[in-house]
């Protein structure tokens, strides 16, 4: 039988559609390596198993009868514990939702299904996604792969502890101010986010609706074109959506546009804060851009410093609305011995939610509360404006942006759990394109002198996603670290 443990999606397709390799095979092999690794990194919330073999069943029989088959057909996939997937539950790795099974599906994993992919299991996240390291899901910590002591980032931090451990070679996240981007860094793969609205947000537990997006992550950039593809598109049931043509960016993808494209180095995301060895990986990350062709330059976005306080209560007040439909009447946990309405709702609240959704939530309501609206919220939204402004001026410059993922490589476990602001200033680097709207991702450039992965952020105009790929993938062509196992799973 052939190994395909750690060959990428499109590998994994093509062994499949050639009959080198039967779907209930490839999940075989899959899940004998969650068998071997997930007591290490703990990456998983949920087995799908059922739903798995289900779909590989009916893939194999379609192969058999030379039924046409999707572009993903074969290939394993680990989804968000925060999206749909019927009949089974949707914890958001938070108690107050932890034995709620999905009623329906949601619009990405639809098309996932649809184009041939098969659902493995469902990863462990921060609660509700809030949270950088993954230090607060209500069910476990999910180690990094290249260092078990340290934390794979976060939100999204199962989703890319997974596929660098090799649980799956593709796997899906959220991104609402860099959740997606910044475990992507943490972990040494790539992690996409898209343009707001270029993926149906349907089946989503919303944390923060202007901001949340879906997207990939994977060991390289022609996976996650992939499964960008399949995923993007307009849908009715999401008012957000953008009703616009999705290209196809497996076959458009092309390393010699980034020839002669200016990209801009943010000056604010290059100085003080960043780590020296981090700087010095960019540094070389830039030559290598240079050495691609394209035309290095310094861009400028002033209101950039704000960005993380402007973040925080924007995503907070929205967090606070959306979460309070979790109150024990309609749906989650009810506490029980209430003696009255209004002590179910405390006692729920209080049980269900942990430390950091309580945070997130007492912030947000104070932003909107009456006589504090103006002075923060309202604010607030006048400068994502100013944000968004600068963003669009620097690309009257330049073609694309780029700066560090992360300030710092993945740190130990506790070692800001004490600290919510040094935690929040993690995602100062990928804060910015989020408010923005901005199509953005990480891709490995290298590593620190512990051997911890260090990533390299891109960021294109609204709809530039063809580009973005492009370019990362020229950069993959030279810098590639698809071939390194992590230390902690070797």
């Known amino acids: 039988m052939t190994d395909i443990i750690k060959k990428s999606a499109k590998e994994i397709n093509k062994l499949f559609l050639n009959k080198e390799i039967s779907a209930k095979e490839i999940l075989d092999q899959f899940y004998k390596q969650i068998e071997q690794v997930e007591s290490k990194i703990d990456a998983l919330n949920i087995s799908t198993k059922e739903l798995g073999y289900s779909q590989a069943e009916e893939l194999d029989k379609k192969l058999s009868k030379g039924e046409k088959l999707g572009p993903m057909a074969g290939v394993p996939i680990i989804i968000k514990d925060i999206l749909c997937v019927k009949n089974y539950p949707v914890t958001c790795s938070s108690k107050i939702l932890e034995n709620f099974i999905a009623p329906y599906e949601s619009t990405c994993t639809q098309k996932l299904w649809e184009a041939g992919a098969i659902c493995i299991a ?3 996240m921060d609660e509700f996604a809030m949270g950088s390291s993954t230090e607060n899901s209500a069910f476990k910590k999910t180690k990094n792969p290249w260092n078990l002591k340290n934390v794979p980032g976060g939100s999204s931090g199962g989703s890319a502890a997974s596929v660098s451990a090799f649980e799956a070679p593709v796997s899906l996240g959220t991104d609402t101010g860099g959740s997606i981007r910044q475990p992507a860094g943490f972990c040494g793969i790539v992690g996409f986010k898209p343009t707001y609205g270029r993926v149906s947000r349907f089946g989503l537990v919303a944390f923060a609706s202007s901001l949340d997006q879906i997207g990939p992550f994977s060991r390289d950039v022609y996976d996650t074109a992939l499964v960008l593809e399949t995923i993007s598109g307009y849908d009715a049931k999401d008012s957000t959506s953008l009703n616009v043509d999705v290209p196809s960016y497996t076959k458009k993808l092309n390393p010699e ?10 000056k604010e995301l290059m100085g003080d804060g960043i780590d020296a060895e981090v700087k010095n990986e960019i540094e070389k990350s830039i030559k290598i851009f240079e050495n691609l062709g394209a035309d290095i330059v310094e861009v400028s976005l002033p209101n950039v410093k704000y960005a993380v306080p402007v973040y925080y209560i924007l995503a907070t007040a929205e967090a606070s609305a959306n979460l309070a439909r979790y109150d024990g009447v309609k749906y989650g946990l009810r506490s029980p011995g209430s003696k009255d309405l209004p002590s179910m709702y405390r006692t729920t609240r209080h049980d269900g939610f942990g430390a950091e959704v309580k945070r997130r939530i007492m912030l947000g309501t104070f932003a909107l509360s009456s006589g504090y609206y103006d002075a923060y919220y309202k604010k607030a939204q006048q ?10 001026n620097a690309f009257e410059k330049v073609d694309l942006m780029l700066s560090p993922t992360c300030p710092s490589t993945a740190f130990e476990f506790g070692a800001k759990v004490a600290d919510p602001l040094s935690m929040y200033i993690s995602d100062i680097a990928t804060i910015p394109a989020s408010l923005a709207g901005l199509p953005a991702m990480s891709i490995p450039c290298g590593f620190d002198s512990k051997g911890l992965p260090i990533g390299l952020q891109l960021i294109a105009p ?4 063809e580009l973005l790929l492009s370019s990362a993938l ?7 670290f698809t071939g390194k196992v992590p ?3 070797a």
């Open 383 to 392: 400068v994502r404006k100013l944000v968004t402004q600068d963003f669009l």
């Open 122 to 124: 469902k990863s462990n």
């Open 474 to 480: 020229a950069f993959e062509k030279v810098c590639s």
């Open 487 to 489: 230390a902690g799973v």
């Open 462 to 465: 609204s709809l530039s996603e």
């Open 257 to 266: 546009l980034v020839k002669n494209k200016k990209i801009g180095v943010i």
